[in-house]
């Protein structure tokens, strides 16, 4: 009989640590699963992102093209759930064009209400366009010869105002806001869901 009771004890025993175990463990994943989640979610992601200056000498050379794409650098800054925050460069496609040409070359950016992203795509008679391939992220360049964009990783290609014309890139390029402020032209760096024919944010930094 006592070595019965001792048995059901050392059972309850057992069952009440591996209890334990499980809801410590449940504690300790949730603790963890915040900042990394943290660390993908969006910053500022309700009131969009932050403003960053172009070149200036590169924004000139972009005042002066007529049918050339212009390459310039910007820079922001970039921070997680866990680093402190960084100072990046990127390069970005910029065109000069006609509001009018831009909105027939381009219906997949406007409706009959306007815009259908967040922002005028088109400012000052300018355009910017988000250097990565909406096909799966690859940086795409301009070749002057055949007066396309492509990306090299699987051949998308796009016209200059950034209209798909072939591969398997789902939409054409993405813009980006731009605007001008005392003299300083300043875009809003977005990073967009790739694979999808919709323009869905996943972050404001690179």
Known sequence: MEQHEDKAEELTRRRFMANAVVSLSGVIGVALAVPIVGGFVPTQASTGGEWSPLSEDEFAALQKATE???????????????LPEQEFEDDVWGIKTDPARFRAARPDLFNVRGATVPYPPMNMGFVIFNPMCPHLGGRYNWIASEGIFRCPLHGSTFNFDGAHLGGPAP????????????????IMWIRYRTTTPDRIVVSYQS
């Open 68 to 82: 050339t794409p212009v390459k310039m650098t910007f820079s922001s800054a970039q921070r997680d759930a866990y």
């Open 171 to 186: 939409r054409g390029l993405d813009p980006l806001p731009l605007r001008e402020r005392s003299g300083v032209a300043e």
